[in-house]
């Protein structure tokens, strides 16, 4: 065997627990390197050009800037993390009210008494067809 062959023993067990711990941190890393900047383009109270600059320094020196941007701003980013995800709750929330008012669900008793005799006034049912549909009403639905 002339040429370097690597056998599954040549590989002992501990490297291969660096291996799988350096790979961990590479992903934590890009994942801490991505909330970084979602949260430097998110922050309202930073101007146009402090946004640039903490972006220039995130890309330029990234884990320098990454680590003075946590170290500087860190308190703040969950903050505005929950801040965000309660005004998307509540925009959630308004939409599923808006939502069911306008489906005109299951209408009262009252509601629908009421339309009755609209209909009745107009002349376009008798009273004996109204005293049914109101018997109808008055019953509720399955009984």
Not at 8 to 28: C, E, G, K, Q, R
Request: net charge neutral.
């Amino acid at each position: 065997m002339s040429g370097d062959t690597y056998l599954a023993y040549d590989y002992p067990l501990l490297s291969a627990f660096w291996t799988m711990l350096v790979f961990f941190l590479w992903i934590m890393w890009f994942v801490l390197l991505f909330r970084v900047v979602v949260d430097i383009l998110r922050d309202d109270h930073l101007s146009g050009w402090a946004k640039a600059g903490w972006l220039v320094f995130c890309v330029v020196l990234p884990f320098l800037g990454v680590f003075v941007y946590v170290i500087a701003r860190g308190k703040n980013m969950g903050r505005r993390e929950v801040s965000q995800a309660r005004e998307q709750q509540q925009a959630f929330d308004s939409y599923v009210r808006e939502t069911a008012k306008g489906t005109g669900g299951p209408s009262s008793s009252v509601d629908e008494l009421a339309r009755l005799s609209e209909i009745r006034a107009r002349g376009d049912i008798t009273d004996e067809e109204f005293a049914k549909a109101k018997q109808m009403v008055l019953s509720g639905p399955g009984r």
